[in-house]
């Protein structure tokens, strides 16, 4: 059972520069590929970006590419993603989550893949 705690939340100026952060404990971290998602209010929880398992192959939702930042640190348990030039529209509150995956190769944009999720961390981008 792995146990997922996202931090680094907050209020950041569009244009600024938030990073989260994601705990993992009670299982192997190398062994699942690590995700972001989204909900904002009213709306459907929606991909960001993810990263796979002992490689670095990276996949990222398009209104965030060039901007988001996913990393991980295997020896930490810690997945991060750096927010770069945020919009108001990527205000939301930001789950992490973690996909026992086969392949270290494999790396999904589809949340019913994952296993286990965070409680989530608010994110308000204020223009």
């Known amino acids: 059972q792995v146990q997922l705690v996202e931090s680094g939340g907050g209020l950041v100026e569009a244009g600024g520069s938030l990073r989260l952060s994601c705990a993992a404990s009670?299982?192997?971290?190398?062994?699942?590929?690590m995700g972001w998602f989204r909900q904002a209010p009213g709306k459907e929880r929606e991909f960001v970006a993810a990263?796979?398992?002992?490689?670095?192959?990276?996949l990222y939702e398009d209104s965030v590419k060039g901007r988001f930042t996913i990393s991980r640190d295997d020896a930490k348990n810690t997945v991060d993603l750096q927010m770069n030039s945020p919009k108001s529209e990527d205000t939301a509150v930001y789950y992490c989550?973690?996909?026992?995956?086969?392949?270290?190769?494999?790396?999904?944009?589809?949340?019913?893949?994952?296993?286990?999720w965070g409680q989530g961390t608010q994110v308000t981008v204020s223009s």
């Open positions: 009670g299982g192997t971290f190398s062994n699942y590929a």
């Open positions: 989550a973690a996909d026992a995956a086969y392949s270290i190769y494999s790396v999904s944009r589809r949340d019913w893949e994952y296993d286990y």
């Open positions: 990263m796979a398992r002992r490689s670095s192959i990276r």
